[in-house]
């Protein structure tokens, strides 16, 4: 028999070896310039890739993680609410029930902004997607989740007592939901559903702190219907309403 021919190594391996030889005999700073400039895009490509795992991996253990309460703030100033809301959830989380609290400060929405619909379609991801259990905000924002019927009916889902309570304040808002645009900018008025859908937080220690505006625009606070934290959603409006 003859002797059996030993196969090539391909073109790719024969090029990787010769530019292992190169890189083994170059100075620490050439080493990283030769990489740089023959490996550049795999590397970038690699980074990008790894990137790309992590924010999935995060996003996935932030959904997994427990969570008791997650409130999106939208006020009419650029003051910050997290002191009021630092004491609120120490206080909450005396109980010792699992699960974190997660508070919003981040998501403007401003109908005069030219990028309003980017905000909206925001807002909606945050809902569809279950990551809103209250909502405090201004008119803007209480207008679209209106549109988007959101908010939830609050003699429904507040307690008697408690509801009753805000009735004699005059502090429910009483609006009409599921109110929405067609394609020729009208509105079909029989698609409406009235009912109580925001506390008005006018008056109360956290709008007089953090809602001090020349032209007193209004900040309300709506419990968003699909919500599956209700009842410590309650106790953040006792809190806010005292």
């Known amino acids: 028999m003859g002797k059996r021919k030993e196969k090539e190594p391909s073109i790719f391996r024969q090029e990787m070896k010769r530019d292992w030889n190169t890189f083994k005999r170059l100075s620490g700073k050439k080493k990283l310039g030769f990489f740089w400039d023959y490996y550049k895009l795999p590397t970038a490509l690699i980074l990008t890739l790894i990137i790309c795992v992590c924010v999935f991996a995060h996003m996935l253990w932030e959904g997994q993680r427990p969570c008791r309460l997650r409130v999106c703030v939208v006020l009419n100033t650029e003051e910050s609410c997290s002191y009021w809301f630092n004491n609120f959830i120490s206080d909450l989380q005396q109980d010792g029930a699992e699960g974190d609290v997660d508070v919003n400060e981040?998501?403007?929405f401003d109908y005069d902004?030219?990028?309003?619909?980017?905000y909206e379609m925001e807002v909606m991801t945050q809902v569809s997607a279950q990551r809103i259990?209250?909502?405090?905000?201004?008119a803007d924002m209480y207008e679209y989740l209106l549109a988007?019927?959101?908010c939830a009916t609050l003699d429904t889902f507040l307690p008697e007592e408690l509801y009753n309570s805000l009735l004699e304040k005059e502090m429910l808002d009483y609006n009409t939901a599921n109110l929405t645009e067609d394609e020729y900018g009208e509105v079909d008025l029989s698609d409406g559903i009235d009912g109580c859908y925001a506390i008005n937080l006018d008056g109360t220690e956290f709008a007089d702190t953090y809602n001090q505006t020349e032209d007193n625009e209004p900040l309300y606070a709506v419990i968003i219907s699909n919500t599956e934290h209700l009842d410590d959603s309650i106790t953040l409006i006792e809190a806010l309403v005292e």
């Open 148 to 150: 988007l019927n959101a």
């Open 133 to 138: 259990d209250v909502a405090i905000c201004n």
């Open 113 to 118: 902004n030219s990028y309003y619909y980017l």
């Open 106 to 108: 981040d998501q403007p």
